[in-house]
Nanobody, 128 residues
Framework: QVQLVQSGGGLVQPGGSLRLSCAVS????????IGWFRQAPGKEREGVSC????????YYADSVKGRFTISRDNAKSTVYLQMNSLKPEDTAVYYC?????????????????????WGQGTQVTVSS
């Protein structure tokens, strides 16, 4: 059974930093992609970033490029999203997701895929 367990998040002032974690279990594949998504109240879900577990290739949405960094620790089966220079508009519930059926690269296409497996979500609030 595939499971994604998230941790991190919370309340931070504008300009601050937070790190989200996504621990993946139940996978035996050598290749898969992990995506991070967010959804703010009243808005559609937005793809933020993704990473390929096999080669570490990454992709970022324009809205977070240069401020967020995605990384993975294969030994721990965990993906991280380091968020720096946070803005109030980054406030949202953040989710990680994956799907063994997605065999593509970590590109904008990966952020449009309908993933089968999702983390439980974690609130990030950026406010003074």
């Amino acid at each position: 059974q595939v499971q994604l367990v998230q941790s991190g998040g919370g309340l931070v002032q504008p300009g601050g930093s937070l790190r989200l974690s996504c621990a993946v279990s139940g996978f035996t594949l050598d290749y898969y992609v992990i995506g991070w998504f967010r959804q703010a109240p009243g808005k559609e879900r937005e793809g933020v970033s993704c990473i390929s577990i096999s080669d570490g290739s990454t992709y970022y949405a324009d809205s977070v490029k240069g401020r967020f960094t995605i990384s993975r620790d294969n030994a721990k089966s965990t993906v991280y999203l380091q968020m720096n220079s946070l803005k109030p508009e980054d406030t949202a519930v953040y989710y990680c997701a994956t799907d063994p059926k997605y065999l593509g690269q970590c590109t904008v296409v990966a952020l449009l895929w309908r993933y089968d497996y999702w983390g439980q979500g974690t609130q990030v609030t950026v406010s003074s």
